[in-house]
């Protein structure tokens, strides 16, 4: 069955996670919240980072349950994602990162726990820009989903139908490593996972039942469980 979405649409605004994050404060009961936008010009990445607003691209942020286990969530929507532009063939780098077919990021997602649902911000390149071009020299570069120019109306309807689709086809943890797994652009390749203290390299076997990924090598598993991931 459907569920009601309440969206508020914006069509330039600070940062639609910070918006959504302002409104459930004033609010007793938590709705299924959306709130889009096709300019920010606050955009908060993860780690600190910025998340600039370019041309044909949409940011939404949005309530959802949490997956049943609370760190598969946000693999379970990068790989929700995949399914929704299955035309458009998309992968998932490890942990969060959506690719388009030339490998090129496409999408970030961020994550956080509110009370006891979770907030998820999601920045899609959806159409061409002149900014994302200058990037395509690189592997994991930035890139855009498809060849379409979006206008206003088509940034609200865009976001209100993924976010519908997010919630109507929610997966289960197994459901979400199975999926992961199967849109996993790195799978059984060479990879180094580094954060601030330590760097794993090994052959990338999947992710494990919390979402860590399994790195093997010289015939042992070891679990990682944060980090970047590169390439070797
Ligand atoms: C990443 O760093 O890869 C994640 C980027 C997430 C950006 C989105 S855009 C919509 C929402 N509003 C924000 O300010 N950030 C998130």
Redesign the pocket.
């Known amino acids: 069955m459907n569920q009601n979405i309440e969206h508020l649409h914006f069509e330039k605004c600070e940062?639609?996670?910070?918006i959504l994050k302002d409104e459930l404060n004033l609010r007793d009961s938590i709705p299924n919240l959306l709130v889009s936008s096709g300019s920010?010009s606050?955009?908060?990445?993860?780690?600190d980072?910025k998340?600039d607003s370019i041309e044909n691209s949409i940011?939404?942020?949005f309530v959802i349950e949490p997956n049943s286990v609370l760190t598969l969530t946000s693999l379970e929507l990068g790989a929700i994602i995949c399914n929704y532009f299955h035309d458009y063939s998309l992968k998932l780098k490890w942990p969060?990162?959506l690719l388009n077919s030339q490998q090129m990021?496409c999408a970030?997602?961020?994550c956080q726990t509110y009370k006891d649902k979770i907030l998820v911000?999601?920045?899609i390149n959806y159409g061409p820009s002149q900014i994302l071009e200058r990037s395509q020299q690189y592997k994991f570069g930035r890139s855009h989903i498809t060849n379409k120019q979006i206008n206003d109306s088509d940034i609200k309807i865009i976001s209100h139908s993924i976010y519908s689709y997010i919630i109507n086809n929610r997966l289960t943890s197994e459901e979400t490593i199975e999926t992961w797994n199967s849109y996993c652009t790195h799978l059984n390749q060479k990879v180094e996972i580094r954060d601030d203290k330590r760097v794993d390299s090994g052959v990338f076997k999947g992710i494990g039942p919390n979402g860590e990924a399994l790195i093997e090598s010289k015939d042992l598993i070891t679990k990682v469980y944060s980090g970047s991931l590169f390439l070797n």
């Open positions: 940062s639609t996670q910070t920010q606050k955009g908060r990445g993860r780690s980072n998340w940011a939404m942020s969060n990162d990021k970030g997602l961020l911000g999601i920045g």
